[in-house]
T-cell receptor, first 112, second 113 residues
């Protein structure tokens, strides 16, 4: 069956450090992968989309990599700030019907 | 552009009742998807509507239904509510169907007593 796993439920880091989140998937062949941010009590907000032919994508302090051989995406937050504290979700389309499936998310807490 | 809006934001119902939730997508977006989010199951896809037609459906019982109107606004209905239906219901709109970037609303928090 198709599965999306995000490395850990929670990640605590110090301000200024780099947070690295992992999204692993099985039995998918996604043409792209998306990352979202969700704050408590709010809907997810789209951050980045990376396509299968792109190895890396950046947006400000965010960097995403996509390795279709390892079936893995890494999401990096560099020079982290307390305002980056949130839950980060990866999402990919199912192979047959393209509806988006989401990982369980990783909650990042950045300590000042 | 105004974002996705959902009404109501909070709702308390009792078992056996039914509920209707409403979603207005971003102007120009023709696809509306609905998701259920719970602490145990995470974000689960319910269904997607595009141009008033259901395009995709998740693994939920028939008590969960939806529709989309000609102005792309959408409603979802849950009949015969169960305690396990307590969740955050999120609506998301997108330009295209089928896994396109989702723009989420703030959600409706449903509590079933």
């Amino acid at each position: 069956s198709q599965k999306i796993e995000q490395n850990s439920e929670a990640l605590n880091i110090q301000e200024g450090k780099t947070a690295t989140l992992t999204c692993n998937y099985t039995n998918y062949s996604p043409a792209y992968l998306q990352w979202y941010r969700q704050d408590p009590g709010r809907g997810p907000v789209f951050l980045l989309l990376i396509r299968e032919n792109e190895k890396e994508k950046r947006k400000e302090r965010l960097k995403v990599t996509f390795d279709t051989t390892l079936k893995q995406s890494l999401f990096h937050i560099t020079a982290s700030q307390p305002a980056d504290s949130a839950t980060y979700l990866c999402a990919l389309p199912a192979s047959n019907d393209y509806k988006l499936s989401f990982g369980a998310g990783t909650t990042v807490t950045v300590r000042a | 552009k105004a974002g996705v809006t959902q009404t109501p934001r909070y709702l308390i119902k009792t078992r056996g009742q039914q509920v209707t939730l409403s979603c207005s997508p971003i102007s120009g977006h023709r696809s509306v998807s609905w998701y259920q989010q719970t602490p145990g199951q995470g974000l689960q896809f319910l269904f997607e509507y595009f141009s008033e037609t259901q395009r995709n459906k998740g693994n939920f019982p028939g008590r969960f239904s939806g529709r989309q109107f000609s102005n792309s606004r959408s409603e979802m209905n849950v009949s015969t509510l169960e305690l396990g239906d307590s969740a955050l219901y999120l609506c998301a709109s997108s330009l295209r169907t089928g896994g396109d970037t989702q723009y989420f609303g703030p959600g409706t928090r449903l509590t079933v007593l």
